[in-house]
């Protein structure tokens, strides 16, 4: 498993911007798909990104057109650069990594808060 270590987040107006990073240790980071998943007061954990290996990306609808993910391989970082950012955004937010072959995301960050105030 590789681990990872999230940071970035903050108290931020509605309409700003914030960048979460994601560090992850390992050799292998270039083959694992991350993922950016949100869980807020009272809700269940929800997906909002990933990133494959080569490239692709998958957003999910609520945060599509305002929320990019992206990789560094030569850092073994992945990012969540948030823009437009609502009152509704605010959550806990989790790195995730899934390896090559696997079905689910298999290892993740501890989170890192974002709070949104209107």
């Known amino acids: 498993q590789v681990q990872l270590v999230e940071s970035g987040g903050g108290l931020v107006q509605a309409g700003g911007s914030l960048r979460l990073s994601c560090a992850a240790s390992?050799?292998?980071?270039?083959?694992?798909?991350m993922g950016w998943f949100r869980q807020a007061p009272g809700k269940e954990r929800e997906f909002v990104a990933a990133i494959r290996s080569g490239g692709s990306t998958y957003y999910a609808d609520s945060v599509r057109g305002r929320f990019t993910i992206s990789r560094d391989n030569a850092k073994n970082t992945v990012y969540l650069q948030m823009t437009s950012l609502k009152p509704e955004d605010t959550a806990v937010y989790y790195c995730?990594?899934?390896?090559?072959?696997?079905?689910?995301?298999?290892?993740w960050g501890q989170g890192t808060q974002v709070t949104v105030s209107s």
């Open positions: 995730a990594a899934r390896s090559i072959g696997a079905v689910d995301f298999g290892s």
């Open positions: 390992g050799r292998s980071f270039s083959t694992y798909t």
